[in-house]
């Protein structure tokens, strides 16, 4: 079965970095496009980035665009986001999706609080 699991989110300071990972199972990972997303308290969840399947194309939110980086390592079946410059705004549970067919996976979340 098709299992996503996040890791890598903390409390960090305005300014500082976190790496998220996101590690997928029961797929194909290297055939898929990946996507990183996120939910702050009371607020809808919000698309961050994707990368398509051979890593050579990334869209990102105009938010976070020149601050954080998506990448993926297909032969770990891994997909990453680089997060720099933080900021109290990106405080919010950071989840990867993956659209397979008609059916949309989430991993269950990673927490990333950005405060002083």
């Known amino acids: 079965q098709v299992q996503l699991v996040e890791s890598g989110g903390g409390l960090v300071q305005p300014g500082g970095s976190l790496r998220l990972s996101c590690a997928a199972s029961?797929?194909?990972?290297?055939?898929?496009?990946m996507s990183w997303y996120r939910q702050a308290p009371g607020e809808e969840r919000e698309f961050v980035a994707n990368?398509?399947?051979?890593?050579?194309?990334?869209n990102y939110a105009d938010s976070v665009k020149g601050r954080f980086t998506i990448s993926r390592d297909n032969a770990k079946n891994t997909m990453y986001l680089q997060m720099n410059s933080l900021k109290p705004d990106d405080t919010a549970v950071y989840y990867c999706k993956v659209r397979i067919g008609v059916t949309t996976y989430w991993g269950q979340g990673t927490q990333v609080t950005v405060s002083s």
């Open positions: 029961g797929f194909t990972f290297s055939t898929y496009q």
């Open positions: 990368i398509f399947p051979s890593g050579g194309i990334t």
